[in-house]
């Protein structure tokens, strides 16, 4: 199984991002899909998720309103698309992977990172 991120980099504060997870491995359509955040020195965080199959989306209070998580189960890809970024948002970006109804099966990314800067 394999979960490659894209599209991080550098943007000022109030700017946009898109990130991209291309999955390979597994089944899709059969996994809850999910970004985490790991900014430095802090514990890693959920930021958003969708769900297999009903697609119900969660996101973290600090980015309600600003991000959205989407996922296309044809190309096997989730999707984070970030505006109005804030230097708060700067940390890696990890994609995340769990099987609907197996909790134990789940991957991780490699990451990619972002920084909100001047």
């Known amino acids: 199984v394999q979960l490659v991120e894209s599209g991080g980099g550098l943007v000022q504060p109030g700017g946009s991002l898109s990130l991209s997870c291309a999955a390979s491995?597994?089944?899709?359509?059969?996994?809850?899909m999910s970004w985490y955040r790991q900014a430095p020195g802090k514990e890693r965080e959920l930021v958003a998720s969708i769900d297999a199959f009903i697609y119900r989306t969660n996101y973290a209070d600090s980015v309600k309103g600003r991000f959205t998580i989407w996922r296309h189960d044809v190309e096997s890809r989730v999707y984070l698309q970030m505006s109005s970024l804030k230097p708060q948002d700067t940390a890696v970006y990890y994609c995340h992977a769990r099987h609907s109804r197996a909790n134990w099966d789940l991957y991780w990314g490699q990451g990619t990172q972002v920084a909100v800067s001047p």
């Open positions: 491995g597994l089944t899709f359509t059969d996994y809850q």
